[in-house]
């Protein structure tokens, strides 16, 4: 009795697992947001030429491209049970290509 009520407490939690295993657009959406959400908070402080109010609206405006880079930057392993996500943010991110300013990636030398 005890052996069957463990199986089938495994296989409710390896189906609730499954089930909330999210895919890699909820995964797109949540980094997007999360990444939003840091640029307004930290970004905007750091900014000298644009206002608090506009670098927030520029941000904001232009959610799908910071939508492209993280879906451009962004790696799935998936273990059915379970996924992580790793995104790669380069240079070129923090160079606004929301604000259209142009920018070359760094290359160090040694």
Request: proline share 5%; net charge neutral; glycine share 6%.
């Amino acid at each position: 009795m005890t052996a069957i009520a463990g199986v089938v407490l495994l296989a409710g939690l390896g189906s609730a697992l499954v089930l909330n295993n999210p895919d890699q657009e909820a995964y797109e959406g949540f980094a997007t947001q999360a990444l939003i959400d840091y640029a307004e908070q930290n970004l905007c402080k750091k900014v000298p030429f644009l206002g608090a109010a506009q670098c927030k609206s520029v941000i904001v405006s232009n959610q799908a491209e910071v939508r492209k880079l993280i879906t451009e930057g962004t790696h799935r392993q998936n273990y059915i049970f379970f996924s992580i996500y790793a995104t790669d943010l380069s240079p070129a991110l923090f160079c606004l290509p929301l604000l259209q300013l142009s920018c070359r990636p760094i290359t160090l030398r040694r």
